[in-house]
């Protein structure tokens, strides 16, 4: 069974501080991770797709990565609209095959 | 291009009622699904469409039915509320292995 595990649950940063966001993966046959940005009360913003270990991915302040096991969305100088939850997702193939982690919700401080 | 659209946005059933959340995208996908959030876990697929007039079961499909009649629109319909269906509903268009288009959700409140 595809699990995705996301650390930490929450993160509180201030304005500049630099950080990472952690998605660990267990998947028969990885094709795909993705990370989602949601904000209170909306529904999931795509961000980024990965496919192979060794990929990057940037947009703006967000860098993503991706290994073996893991990947990582790494923020460089977060800004207070960068606030809201980020949800890690695995694609093993198959129309059923996409598994959510539970998410880690990022608060920025002025 | 509204992408994604759901309705309503929030809704209070009493147990053993009945009621169809609205989905519809203007994409073009042939690809669409519902999911449910709940706190602590992961969203979970209920069911999908993979065109007009086929859909399937997800991980989570007892007490919903859904059906395809058209590319655009994809409904959800529960059949006899519980308080166990108390959560938020999001309508997804798109390829899972590919990017999926979210919607705005539904709020459901089950007494």
């Known amino acids: 069974e595809d699990q995705v595990t996301q650390s930490p649950e929450a993160l509180r940063l201030q304005e500049g501080e630099s950080s990472s966001l952690n998605c660990s993966y267990t998947?028969?046959?990885?094709?795909?991770l993705f990370w989602y940005r949601q904000d209170p009360g909306k529904g999931p913003e795509f961000l980024f797709t990965?496919?192979?270990a060794g990929e990057e991915k940037e947009k703006e302040r967000l860098k993503a990565t991706l290994t073996k096991k893991e990947s990582f969305l790494h923020i460089t100088a977060p800004k207070p609209e960068d606030s809201a939850t980020y949800l890690c997702a695995v694609y093993s193939g198959g129309y059923q095959k996409v598994t959510f982690g539970t998410g880690t919700k990022l608060q920025v401080i002025p | 291009n509204a992408g994604v659209t759901q309705t309503p946005k929030f809704q209070v059933l009493k147990t053993g009622q009945s009621m169809t959340l609205q989905c519809a995208q203007d994409?073009?996908?042939?690809?669409m699904s519902w999911y449910r959030q709940d706190p602590g876990m992961g969203l979970r697929l209920i069911h999908y469409?993979?065109?007009?007039?086929?859909?399937d079961q997800g991980e989570v499909p007892n007490g919903y039915n859904v059906s395809r009649s058209t590319t655009e629109d994809f409904p959800l319909r529960l059949l006899s509320a519980a308080p166990s269906q108390t959560s938020v509903y999001f309508c997804a268009s798109g390829n899972p292995g590919e990017t999926q288009y979210f919607g705005p959700g539904t709020r459901l409140l089950v007494l």
């Open positions: 469409s993979v065109g007009a007039g086929i859909t």
């Open positions: 998947v028969s046959g990885l094709r795909g």
């Open positions: 994409m073009n996908h042939e690809y």
């Open positions: 990965l496919y192979s």
